[in-house]
């Protein structure tokens, strides 16, 4: 079968190709977001097969499975490796028109040069092939890395995370800058008032701060925030269904607080309180420091109680939520604006019809002050497939400056997910290249090529502030 996944994949004009080929192509991957496993970095590890690499952890794989009707012991359970393969490759032709099919031809295609499409009839030529590859230490994971022309990327780390793993990359002079984000999710956790309580503990002990009070509590938090800047950390990172911006006193803070640690449950109310106020202080230490937030909008997780008690977080049974966002996210930025302690901003939104909500929302506290400082996120999860993320751009186009946007990111736990990148891309050059040909922009090339320069690697290096080696 002729190979589909040609050099001009997803490329419908010309302009397109040529944009794509002479400027897109050739420009490095700043991944500034993403959910490696920092440990398997600094150790280099090889996987011991393709199934390791590419099926461990995905719950994107593994909704794909369910859907076309495997039982779960080939998804999460006691399967071998070979097996849960070979049902993986029995899904993968009932996935044309997913992103699932397109990424996994692209990973094959560019780790392994497999030309092959996937399927029951392939998968144990596959399977042996990339695998025996694997072995080899050009398959470690640093070499993955390079193989793509990954210059930089940014983990997902909690405050009381060591960074030894860190340290140990560095110190080992990996030429790929691998740095810290700080993802302080679990310090406003309260709906596990005992999780929560060991979570204290355990930044105490970390912060070696004696935690009696809220007082306390925000100096062991900036103690560790201070670390992770040392440690090179410019980003931080916030999941949440919708911004908080309930109004409260630092009297009512002060006491949820003082109930928490004495084990005594706080109503939704001072829930949403307390959250407000953490998630202030959080974007108060992100301004003083020059760092930029960001806000991961409207996931609806672990709808499915039943598989979350059998199989835990992150497993594949989250979905897109409806929850109301322009009004309490004008709420929470408009109170960080009004002292001018605004930080840079990026807001990833999974819900497409508030794609021009967040398109507008961000314009309101563009201040002149940073390029872009306000960013609408690329198309995040659900939503970072062609459709998505042609909508994502058209809203930012519309509505604000796609020049300055700082573009795609993994938000991976794969080292075969960066032709992720690629797919971006190609699907970027070829608005654009559709653009030119219907005469709605100037088929200017230095102007385009500079453009998809930007958006691929430039902007966002110039956004954080940090120089690549």
Same mark, same amino acid.
């Given at each position: 079968m002729k190979d589909f996944m040609t050099e001009d994949f997803l490329l419908q004009t010309e302009t397109a190709k040529a944009l794509y080929h002479?400027?897109?192509?050739?420009?490095?991957?700043?991944?500034?977001?993403?959910?490696?496993? +920092?440990?398997?970095?600094?150790?280099?590890?090889?996987?011991?097969?393709?199934?390791?690499?590419?099926?461990?952890?995905?719950h994107y794989k593994w909704r794909a499975m369910r859907t076309n009707g495997i039982?779960?012991?080939?998804?999460?359970?006691?399967?071998?490796?070979?097996?849960? @393969?070979?049902?993986?490759?029995?899904?993968?032709?009932?996935?044309l028109r997913n992103p699932l099919y397109h990424w996994t031809h692209l990973e094959l295609k560019r780790y392994f040069g497999v030309k092959k499409l996937l399927d029951p009839e392939t998968a144990d030529e596959i399977y042996s092939r990339c695998s025996e590859m694997l072995n080899s230490p050009? @398959?470690?994971?640093?070499?993955l890395m390079r193989k793509i022309n990954v210059t930089a990327i940014c983990t997902t780390d909690d405050p009381i995370d060591t960074l030894e793993y860190h340290k140990k990359i560095k110190e080992d002079n990996f030429e790929i800058q691998v740095l810290p984000a700080w993802r302080?999710?679990?310090?406003?956790?309260?709906?596990?008032?005992?999780?929560?309580?060991?979570?204290?503990?355990?930044?105490?002990?970390?912060?070696? +701060?004696? +935690?009696?009070?809220?007082?306390?509590?925000?100096?062991?938090?900036?103690?560790?925030?201070?670390?992770?800047?040392?440690?090179?950390?410019?980003?931080?990172?916030?999941? +949440?269904?919708?911004?908080?911006a309930e109004d409260h006193t630092q009297k009512e803070i002060k006491g949820i607080f003082n109930k928490i640690r004495a084990d005594k449950s706080i109503d939704k109310n001072e829930q949403l309180k307390f959250k407000s106020a953490m998630m202030l202080e959080f974007a108060l230490m992100d301004?003083?420091?020059?760092?930029?937030?960001?806000?991961?909008?409207?996931?609806?997780?672990?709808?499915?109680?039943?598989?979350?008690?059998?199989?835990?977080?992150?497993?594949?049974?989250?979905?897109?939520?409806?929850?109301?966002?322009?009004?309490?996210?004008?709420?929470?930025?408009?109170k960080l604006n009004s002292q001018n302690k605004l930080a840079k901003t990026i807001i990833y939104n999974l819900n497409p019809a508030d794609n021009?909500?967040?398109?507008?929302?961000?314009?309101?506290?563009?201040?002149?002050?940073?390029?872009?400082?306000?960013q609408f996120g690329s198309g995040w999860w659900f939503l970072d497939q062609k459709d998505g993320m042609e909508k994502q751009m058209a809203a930012l186009s519309s509505l604000g400056l796609l020049n300055r946007f700082i573009g795609m990111l993994t938000d991976s736990r794969s080292f075969l997910s960066y032709p992720r990148h690629e797919y971006f891309r190609r699907i970027l050059c070829n608005l654009l290249g559709n653009d030119v040909e219907n005469g709605e922009i100037p088929n200017d090339m230095e102007l385009l090529g500079q453009m998809v320069e930007n958006i691929c690697f430039n902007n966002v290096c110039e956004y954080l502030g940090i120089v690549i080696k």
């Open positions: 002479e400027h897109a192509e050739k420009m490095p991957i700043f991944d500034y977001h993403c959910h490696l496993p +920092i440990s398997q970095i600094a150790d280099d590890i090889q996987f011991e097969n393709l199934t390791q690499v590419w099926l461990y952890g995905d039982d779960e012991r080939y998804c999460t359970g006691d399967a071998s490796d070979k097996e849960k @393969f070979l049902k993986w490759a029995k899904t993968v032709p009932y996935c050009e @398959f470690s994971t640093r070499n302080p999710d679990k310090a406003v956790a309260t709906e596990d008032i005992n999780a929560l309580n060991e979570y204290i503990d355990a930044l105490a002990e970390c912060s070696n +701060i004696d +935690i009696k009070d809220y007082g306390s509590y925000l100096e062991a938090i900036r103690k560790r925030h201070d670390f992770f800047h040392d440690a090179g950390c410019r980003l931080s990172d916030h999941g +949440i269904e919708a911004a908080y301004h003083e420091k020059g760092w930029a937030q960001q806000l991961h909008l409207g996931a609806l997780r672990n709808n499915n109680t039943r598989m979350l008690k059998k199989l835990g977080l992150d497993t594949g049974f989250d979905s897109i939520g409806d929850f109301e966002q322009a009004r309490p996210l004008a709420k929470f930025l408009n021009e909500v967040i398109a507008t929302m961000i314009g309101n506290f563009q201040d002149g002050s940073v390029p872009g400082k306000m």
